[in-house]
């Protein structure tokens, strides 16, 4: 296995997804992730266009509220499944309990529904704060439908 490229997009920078696709590949990028609200048609156009691939969709916030996490990752999984997402970002506003397996379980199942997995992200600045938490939320969503997210700017 080589080493891949791949640009996680600030949501700050002012650049339209077409351009910042095409200066991505000019880069040497093999993959850029891309904002929910940026995921459409015109966007999955400007993916073949350069030939790059969209190896995440940004991002399913879990929190307490159980309709409005699920509700997201309905739309998240409609998203990615235009734009053929790889991942789907998963970040915690609550940690792992009995009541946030179910919905986790359940936004994974969503997001296998149309080919993409859920990335879950640990951070130091959350309730998941570790690899081994991670893990364990990864072994909830299942490990055919999650994987761990691990980002150097958490350590």
């Known amino acids: 296995m080589g080493i891949e490229l791949a640009l996680t997009p600030d949501g700050r920078w002012e650049i339209d997804t077409r351009g910042l696709l095409e200066a991505a590949h000019e880069a040497g990028f093999s993959a850029v992730g891309l904002a929910a609200g940026r995921a459409d048609h015109d966007a999955a156009a400007a993916y073949a266009a350069t030939g790059l691939r969209c190896h995440e969709l940004l991002a399913l ?23 053929g997402a790889e991942w789907v970002l998963t970040v915690f506003q609550t ?9 986790i379980e359940r936004c994974a199942a969503m997001f296998a529904e149309v080919g993409t997995r859920m990335a879950v992200e640990f951070s130091p600045l959350g309730p998941v704060t570790s690899i081994s938490a991670g893990l364990e939320i990864v072994a909830v969503a299942g490990a055919e439908r999650a994987g761990l997210m691990i980002d150097t700017w958490h350590f």
Request: hydrophobic share 50%.
């Open 61 to 83: 916030v879990l929190s307490d509220d159980r309709e409005a996490t699920l509700s997201a990752a309905e739309r998240l999984a409609e998203a990615a499944a235009v734009v």
């Open 95 to 103: 940690g792992l309990t009995s009541q946030t397996a179910d919905v």
